[in-house]
């Protein structure tokens, strides 16, 4: 994927091109200049017809230096007030309806992100754990095109808890990617990502896993439950299972089974062979058609056995 420089000021990204933005500028920029002619045209007949105006009026339009001096005066003036009016206009008109206002993240960086990101390379990243979210901060400064597919075997801490109890693919994951992919506050992702203390029902549960199991029950479906959980944290791109299938991780150690994605890592030995069990899940048939349409295909950074492969066994 061929990097794309992203702009370091307003100014520049304003001006990058595929914005749409300077043919109409140049086309308000043309009709001011034919207002300007046609005033213009009406107070040279005023002033060729011996009209007397009032003595303030040759000191306002400074009528004591040379025409050229005037016009260039008038010219920059003119323009730095055009550009004052117009930032102020946007961020006045505009700002209400850009997430997290327009003093966060400007009117012209998200004019910039709609439309350069949005006709970016189509990325799919595999994986899941701490690796994925860190590869998915990265990719989303380039391109809006994007699909995780995050693995659904994890089992421990939180997430486990909340899947043995409540039988639903585990959260935790899809939080990390949803928290990467954000485009809000930062005080919206500190906020998924906090982790309740102590030592009650709650403690050890993050905030972010709860809000997922919740919108679970409202939707009536994990993934759709992902889905609107993205448009509540300004999400870029999407977030999919790779199946919709309740399964576990097992592996053979030598002569020992290890059954679950967070036993398998724990001990010695040689891991020969990992597994599924149901064996050989249905795909999900959104993940399938992000692979089939994607530009570019990324596996990992993760664990090899428990982010990476159960991805590639459904």
Same mark, same amino acid.
């Given at each position: ?154 089992? @421990?801490? $939180?997430? &486990?808890? /909340? ?8 959260? #935790? =994951? %899809? ?28 403690? @050890?549960? $993050?905030? &972010?896993? /709860? ?8 939707? #009536? =479906? %994990? ?92």
């Amino acid at each position: 994927m061929k990097a794309r420089l992203r702009p370091s000021n307003n100014l520049t990204r304003l001006l990058t091109p595929g914005l749409h933005v300077k043919r109409w500028l140049l086309l308000l920029m043309v009709g001011i200049v034919m207002v300007a002619l046609a005033i213009g045209y009406v107070l040279r007949d005023i002033y060729s017809s011996n009209f007397r105006f009032p003595n303030f009026v040759s000191d306002l339009t400074l009528q004591f230096l040379p025409r050229s001096v005037r016009g260039l005066l008038f010219l920059a003036v003119g323009v730095a007030i055009i550009g004052i009016s117009f930032y102020f206009l946007g961020k006045s008109v505009l700002g209400p309806f850009l997430p997290g206002g327009a003093g966060e993240r400007g009117f012209v960086q998200q004019l910039y992100d709609y439309r350069l990101l949005s006709r970016g390379p189509r990325v799919v990243a595999m994986g899941g754990g701490t690796g994925l979210s860190a590869l998915l901060r990265g990719i989303k400064k380039y391109t809006g095109n994007i699909v995780a597919i995050v693995t659904v075997a994890d089992d @421990g801490g $939180s997430s &486990g808890r /909340l899947r043995d109890e409540f039988r639903v693919l585990p959260p #935790g =994951d %899809f939080r990390q990617c949803l928290t990467a992919l954000a485009e809000t506050e930062p005080l919206m992702t500190d906020l998924f990502q906090h982790r309740f203390s102590g030592d009650g029902e709650l403690g @050890g549960h $993050s905030f &972010g896993n /709860l809000f997922i199991m919740a919108m679970a029950e409202i939707t #009536g =479906d %994990f993934e759709h439950a992902i889905r609107e959980s993205g448009r509540v944290l300004a999400v870029r791109g999407a977030i999919v299972p790779s199946t919709l299938t309740d399964v576990v991780l097992c592996a053979n150690v030598g002569e020992e089974l290890r059954v679950g994605e967070s036993k398998v890592p724990v001990g010695d030995g040689h891991i020969d062979r990992v597994f599924l069990e149901p064996a050989a899940p249905p795909i999900n048939p959104e993940a399938e058609n992000a692979v089939l349409n994607a530009e570019m295909v990324i596996i990992g950074p993760g664990s090899l056995y428990t982010s990476i492969l159960p991805n590639l066994l459904v």
